[in-house]
């Protein structure tokens, strides 16, 4: 028995596709014979009585069938002998041809509703029965799924109409007030991660306004993050030692990364990768948020929750903002001398800045936090799930889980996958949540009507290919992005929390020396940036786990894809899968793996010329390159540039703060995301220096 064809055709009814099959697709030659799930072929018997050589080896029986999971259907064709089966190669491509003409890929977008009239829940019950269902039983499920809907229109919007994005930011060349009084120092809008950094630079004498389209301090995600990152909140006096320990619910033993291999072949299979200190801790992000906000109000800012961006008027002396306070419908100006976007995905401001090309890739990601309802034999919370698919590709997407367990008997779970943002296809959060509802069983053994459901996490995780450390515009004058709005992140597990995080020191010092400078001319302020040579080169990988929109590859293809590299990581020193994760892979380390994956897998590369197209693997190119003069510029200065500049700065930053500025954000592009047996002493102390 050989298999001789397999494909996904991307329809949740299978029973459509297996009367297809039995009844409407005339394989042209043999005789059909229906099944339970399919049709076998069978020789005719003209045909063999005909052949007067008859020898045991001669095929006498193709069987096809389909099966269901991931809410696809999938199809497979094998052949009953070693031999071909007559007209094989013909009945192949006839199948594989009339099945995608009358099975093509669907790309359904949410329906217009009208929440005057109906609830959320009755106005998606006919479209998501399942989301509805499973959403009326969390304690806001109507308000979130209100939020999940209204995020996805605003993506949509967004990936629509890129090259005319709605204009937010307006520029004005003179002053409009002579004498502006100026309300604050620093306007933050977005009330996550904008919190985080407002209070660091709240903490440093700067007036500070954090405006929060929720209320604040609700969020729809959770994070997880590992000790060694978690040090920048502390050496920035961000947070003690104890209220670190207690935003901390959980910290697991260890991290599993798998990928499911059932078919691929067998050198393409891989072990579990073990990764112990890879979002191991997980945090109560909303405790972290209030005491953010606690810290900057003492420190004499502002929180404007519930209250909406509108526009920003920017001159030469000052930003002003106007708000609408959501539940009064009033709006109001404010003025400052910095506005700083941390809206995430959902940002116009990111949009407009970046025109139609804000973003390269995105990760639609839905999720739970479940508290309790799994029998104890189904996962022990010591553990995690970093990374893991239990299926190929589904509907034109490859599906990823991730599970880390919370406080008590808190699991959070997430579905997601990497996706090409595409007008046709821009990707749907409530697609995915149907998907989440219907195949979590599969992917963790359980009854969904046990199940404790707490509160849904979800969002837009977005991704940029930078070809160098200025492609992405970060700034305007006056005006600077952070997190995912900035969206210069790692493109494998981490969202703009983990960017935010690493590179919080960098960001701080960097927006403190353009603020007692003022040096607010976006050729300044785009300096301020998380940029890594290494987190750009390895957007490629990232690139290789995306289904192009339109486009049928091979079910297993990005499964083979992932269980190569990560094959490699398993047979590597811990650190050094430990370092590629969290984005502090060398450029020697980088060559050498991506040399044993060339000889391990041979077809690796024309996989990804499939996948990337010419375009993005040129512009790849120039992200190598780009690492490779990184890493020379860094062996040549690590050396001895921190201390040149220790020794400088007391006589070059009052006279001349721009050069200073740049030859800080130098050091910093240097050095962010070595390995850490390499750089952990010597950074963390130079930078102590330099921030004092």
Known sequence: ?????????????????????????????????????????????????????????????????????????????????????????????????????????????????????????????????????????????????????WWEQRWREGVLHPQQPRQVIFSHPQSHI?????????????????????????????????????????MNREWNISRDELQSLLNLGLLTNAELDSIIVREYKDGFNKFFDGNNPPKLRSPILHTPTVLNVALDSEKLLQICGQKLRAAGGDIWDETEFIRADIDKSQVVVTLKHLPTQKQQQVSGRLLVDAMGTASPIAWQLNGGRAFDSVCPTVGAVIDGGFEPQ??????????YSHGDISR????????????????TIYLFHYHQVHPDNPGSLLEMYEDFFTILPEYRRCDLDKLVWKKPTFGYIPGHFSVNSSDRKVAFDRLIAIGDAASLQSPLVFTGF????????????????????????????????????NVSVTWLFSKGMMVPTGKFIPPQRINSMLNTFFGLLADEPPEVADNFIKDRCDWLTFNRLALKAARKNPALLLWIWELAGPKDLFRWVGN?????????????????????????????????PALWLQLLALRYAITTGKPRSLNQTSTVNSEAVILN
């Open 1 to 149: 028995m050989k298999e001789i064809l397999y494909l996904e055709v991307p329809i949740s009814d299978t029973a459509v596709v297996r009367r297809w099959l039995q009844v409407d697709f005339q394989p042209g030659f043999g005789e059909k014979l229906l099944t339970l799930d399919g049709f076998c072929l069978k020789l005719p018997t003209e045909y063999t009585a005909s052949k007067q050589t008859i020898t045991e080896n001669l095929p006498t029986e193709l069987s096809v069938f389909v099966w269901s999971v991931q809410r696809t259907t999938y199809l497979k064709v094998f052949r009953w002998s070693d031999q071909s089966f007559p007209q094989e190669k013909e009945i192949l491509l006839r199948l594989k041809k009339e099945i995608r003409q009358r099975f093509p890929h669907q790309y359904p977008k949410p329906p217009a509703i009208d929440l005057s009239q109906q609830s959320i829940f009755e106005a998606l019950a006919s479209y998501y029965p399942l989301t509805v269902k499973y959403f009326q039983k969390m304690p806001n499920g109507e308000y979130d799924l209100k939020r999940a809907y």
């Open 178 to 218: 002579s004498n502006p009084k100026l309300d604050y120092d620093l306007i933050y809008i977005g009330g996550a991660l904008g919190s985080i950094h407002a209070a660091a630079m709240a903490k440093l004498g700067y007036k500070v306004l954090l405006v929060e389209r929720l209320p604040f301090g609700k």
């Open 378 to 387: 189904v996962w022990d919370s010591q553990y995690g799930d970093v990374l």
């Open 396 to 411: 034109g997407r490859q599906l990823i889980w991730e599970l880390f367990p919370g406080a008590g008997e808190e699991l």
């Open 498 to 533: 983990g960017s935010l995080v690493r590179n919080l020191e960098r960001l701080t010092t960097l927006l403190d020396i353009a603020l007692k400078h003022d040096l607010f001319s976006s050729r300044h302020l785009n300096k301020i940036r998380a940029y890594q040579s």
């Open 624 to 656: 190598y390159l780009n690492f490779g003069r990184y890493a020379l510029v860094s062996a040549f200065l690590s050396s001895w540039f921190a201390g040149f500049l220790y020794r400088i700065q007391p006589w070059l930053e009052p006279r001349h």
